[in-house]
């Protein structure tokens, strides 16, 4: 059985940061973690994902901004969010991606398992 349990998120004004976590309990092989967002009557987008091969893929409107890095040690996977912007505004979910190819890690059907999410709110 996979739990993940998102926190880290808050209101911050533009150009500030963010570290969101995750902290989940995977009792099986994972082969993908990732961070996704969403904002209401749109649909959920990947932003970062981390292969078990060691791979990461950002969504281009994060590139240079935002890091995802996990700690095995503490089966804890974080987002670091530098520089964000108004349009970062939306609720985060981390995923977990258990028994599958993770081709593809920032499409939304590579993963079957999600946390509840965090709501991250940027202000201009």
């Known amino acids: 059985q996979v739990q993940l349990m998102e926190s880290g998120g808050g209101s911050v004004q533009a150009g500030g940061s963010l570290r969101l976590s995750c902290a989940s309990r995977i009792t099986s092989s994972s082969i993908c973690m990732g961070w996704f967002r969403q904002v209401p009557e749109m649909e959920r987008e990947g932003v970062a994902a981390?292969?078990?091969?060691?791979?990461?893929d950002y969504a281009d409107s994060v590139k240079g901004r935002f890091t995802i890095s996990q700690d095995n040690a503490k089966n804890t996977l974080y987002l670091q969010m530098n520089n964000l912007k108004p349009e970062d505004t939306a609720m985060y979910y981390c995923?977990?991606?258990?028994?599958?190819?993770?081709?593809?890690?920032?499409?939304?059907?590579?993963?079957?398992?999600w946390g509840q999410g965090t709501q991250v709110t940027v202000s201009s």
């Open positions: 981390i292969v078990s091969d060691g791979s990461i």
């Open positions: 995923a977990a991606g258990v028994g599958r190819d993770c081709i593809t890690p920032l499409l939304r059907y590579e993963y079957n398992y």
